[in-house]
């Protein structure tokens, strides 16, 4: 059917969950449909919307597409940023807003699409979701307890209640005549499946958006989502069926380079640079690897410069093992990826401590070595995977530049916990703070100040730049 036909389908009240990470896998075209839907109807109204994984281009596209107040009541989100239009509703208090953890909301999928009492796990705990610091509500608005501690012998835990679906809207390649459903053009598998069950099972709609259609797809093990799970699908034009909300098509996502390594430009000597290289210094041969967006990407830039790309494994939260993750709207997918798996499973791997070393962004950082990720500069930002993925890596790595606008990074307390420091020296974690003037280690006494950059004056430079007075390492290295 038409996507009009499509989006009419979904009733007022609804609660659809919508796939998709930054500007891979999104079903562009039945979103779009869906706003124009709203804006010549006033239908449906009073949505919520589930997704996992950010989707957007930080402009029009993607779920900028349903911020509109009538068309939704509520948002429970991983990550926000991409939708800046949907993070205004939230900051002005005219919708409920949730921030949940990324790794956690897929994988409750699951729970939701077999009837289970939701998903118990400590991701989370000691965190701005953990209900003692707020459950995750982002406004005023929010009153809905999503998440639960639950006490059980081997101590404290939390559980993320099932949020019941009743429609999903999903993207594949193409859909056979049963509706068996392929990916074979797609960067990554996501969480297609896990939605698509979830919403059957509870009664409700799976709509798909494809690039083709074929007779049949003679490979069983090539179907993603069985037509039994589909009820409508809609043929997409190209310009709303781009790999990428950046590449129409780019095929080394989608094939494997036999062990070869992609050509990545070189990079400029700046500061981001400076702390790519700094962050690469604790790869160890053979480690398995997350980077984050934004300054951890330098490392897999760096890396390519001095030929060390070969030494360990780079993986990405969405599914791609293997290969070099791509940047900005492209994010979420791989360059010659060994294996592309779906992001449950990913997620499955990383929170039972599959990573060895994570290197991740930060916008501030506190005397406790406490993070936050989520909020800054009157924007929410949410935190998608990182929560997941700081409190599961046995090493971590967070790059920040030293200040923002001549605004200090290193503050007392930060706004928003999203990486406790405590819990994680708990946990056993070596934690470091890479910036481009010093670099910090988590001690069960605090941040300690452990390099100093060459150049760098330790009074004007570093302390008078902070907010509080870091430990300072007794052996004080000079790092070049």
Same mark, same amino acid.
């Given at each position: 059917?038409?996507?009009?036909?499509?989006?009419?389908?979904?009733?007022?009240?609804?609660?659809?969950?919508?796939?998709?990470?930054?500007?891979?896998?999104?079903p562009e075209l039945l979103t779009a449909?869906?706003?124009?839907?709203?804006?010549?109807?006033?239908?449906?109204?009073?949505?919520?919307?589930?997704?996992?994984?950010?989707?957007?281009?930080?402009?029009?596209?993607?779920?900028?597409?349903?911020?509109?107040?009538?068309?939704?009541? $509520?948002?429970?989100?991983?990550?926000?940023?991409?939708? /800046?239009?949907?993070?205004?509703?939230?900051?002005?208090?005219?919708?409920?807003?949730? &921030?949940?953890? =990324?790794?956690?909301?897929?994988?409750?999928?699951?729970?939701?699409?077999?009837?289970?009492?939701g998903l118990l796990t400590r991701v989370?705990?000691?965190?701005?979701?953990?209900?003692?610091?707020?459950?995750?509500?982002?406004?005023?608005?929010?009153?809905?307890?999503?998440?639960?501690?639950?006490?059980?012998?081997?101590?404290?835990?939390?559980?993320?209640?099932?949020?019941?679906?009743?429609?999903?809207?999903?993207?594949?390649?193409?859909?056979?005549?049963?509706?068996?459903?392929?990916?074979?053009?797609?960067?990554?598998?996501?969480?297609?499946? *896990?939605?698509?069950?979830?919403?059957? &099972?509870?009664?409700?709609?799976?709509?798909?958006?494809?690039?083709?259609?074929?007779?049949?797809?003679?490979?069983?093990?090539?179907?993603?989502?069985?037509?039994?799970?589909?009820?409508?699908?809609?043929?997409?034009?190209?310009?709303?069926?781009?790999?990428?909300?950046?590449?129409?098509?780019? /095929?080394?996502?989608?094939?494997?380079?036999?062990?070869?390594?992609?050509?990545?430009?070189?990079?400029?000597?700046?500061?981001?640079?400076?702390?790519?290289?700094?962050?690469?210094?604790?790869?160890?041969?053979?480690?398995?690897?997350?980077?984050?967006?934004?300054?951890?990407?330098?490392?897999?830039?760096?890396?390519?410069?001095?030929?060390?790309?070969?030494?360990?494994?780079?993986?990405?939260?969405?599914?791609?093992?293997?290969?070099?993750?791509?940047?900005?709207?492209?994010?979420?997918?791989?360059?010659? *990826?060994?294996?592309?798996?779906?992001?449950?499973?990913?997620?499955?791997?990383?929170?039972?401590?599959?990573?060895?070393?994570?290197?991740?962004?930060?916008?501030?950082?506190?005397?406790?070595?406490?993070?936050?990720?989520?909020?800054?500069?009157?924007?929410?930002?949410?935190?998608?995977?990182?929560?997941?993925?700081?409190?599961?890596?046995?090493?971590?790595?967070?790059?920040?530049?030293? =200040?923002?606008?001549?605004?200090?990074?290193?503050? /007392?307390?930060?706004?928003?916990? $999203?990486?406790?420091?405590?819990?994680?020296?708990?946990?056993?974690?070596?934690?470091?703070?890479?910036?481009?003037?010093?670099?910090?280690?988590?001690?069960?006494?605090?941040?300690?100040?452990?390099?100093?950059?060459?150049?760098?004056?330790?009074?004007?430079?570093?302390?008078?730049?902070?907010?509080?007075?870091?430990?300072?390492? *007794?052996?004080? =290295?000079?790092? *070049?």
């Amino acid at each position: 059917m038409s996507a009009e036909e499509a989006v009419s389908l979904i009733a007022s009240g609804s609660t659809v969950a919508v796939g998709g990470f930054v500007g891979a896998g999104h079903p562009e075209l039945l979103t779009a449909a869906l706003e124009r839907r709203f804006k010549a109807e006033h239908l449906p109204r009073d949505l919520t919307l589930f997704y996992c994984a950010g989707q957007g281009d930080r402009g029009e596209r993607g779920l900028n597409h349903l911020a509109h107040a009538g068309l939704l009541k $509520c948002v429970i989100g991983g990550h926000w940023n991409l939708a /800046p239009k949907m993070g205004q509703l939230a900051l002005a208090n005219e919708i409920e807003a949730y &921030n949940l953890p =990324q790794g956690v909301m897929c994988c409750l999928l699951r729970e939701i699409a077999a009837k289970r009492g939701g998903l118990l796990t400590r991701v989370g705990l000691n965190t701005f979701v953990d209900p003692i610091h707020g459950a995750g509500c982002m406004n005023a608005r929010s009153k809905a307890q999503w998440v639960q501690r639950v006490e059980l012998d081997d101590g404290t835990w939390l559980r993320y209640k099932p949020v019941p679906i009743h429609v999903a809207l999903i993207r594949a390649s193409s859909a056979d005549a049963r509706g068996n459903l392929g990916l074979e053009h797609e960067a990554m598998v996501g969480d297609v499946l *896990p939605m698509a069950q979830a919403a059957k &099972n509870h009664g409700g709609l799976v709509i798909v958006q494809v690039e083709r259609l074929v007779d049949e797809i003679s490979d069983p093990k090539q179907v993603r989502v069985p037509g039994i799970l589909v009820d409508a699908v809609v043929l997409a034009d190209s310009a709303h069926h781009p790999q990428t909300f950046a590449e129409a098509f780019n /095929p080394d996502y989608i094939r494997s380079g036999a062990g070869s390594v992609p050509q990545l430009p070189p990079m400029a000597e700046n500061e981001r640079k400076a702390i790519g290289r700094r962050a690469l210094a604790e790869i160890r041969p053979g480690d398995i690897v997350n980077l984050g967006i934004g300054l951890p990407e330098a490392v897999a830039a760096v890396a390519a410069e001095t030929n060390r790309l070969r030494e360990f494994t780079l993986t990405v939260e969405s599914g791609p093992t293997g290969g070099v993750p791509a940047s900005g709207l492209s994010f979420g997918c791989s360059a010659l *990826p060994e294996a592309i798996i779906d992001q449950p499973a990913q997620f499955d791997f990383y929170d039972g401590g599959g990573l060895d070393i994570a290197v991740l962004g930060a916008v501030e950082v506190d005397a406790q070595g406490s993070v936050n990720v989520a909020s800054f500069a009157g924007r929410f930002a949410g935190v998608g995977g990182f929560i997941n993925i700081s409190q599961s890596a046995k090493r971590l790595v967070f790059c920040l530049n030293f =200040q923002a606008k001549g605004q200090a990074k290193f503050v /007392p307390q930060v706004q928003l916990i $999203c990486f406790h420091g405590p819990s994680a020296l708990r946990r056993g974690q070596q934690v470091l703070y890479v910036t481009e003037r010093a670099v910090f280690e988590l001690t069960s006494e605090g941040l300690m100040l452990v390099e100093l950059r060459a150049g760098m004056d330790l009074q004007r430079d570093v302390l008078e730049a902070m907010q509080f007075r870091p430990l300072i390492s *007794p052996h004080l =290295q000079t790092s *070049p």
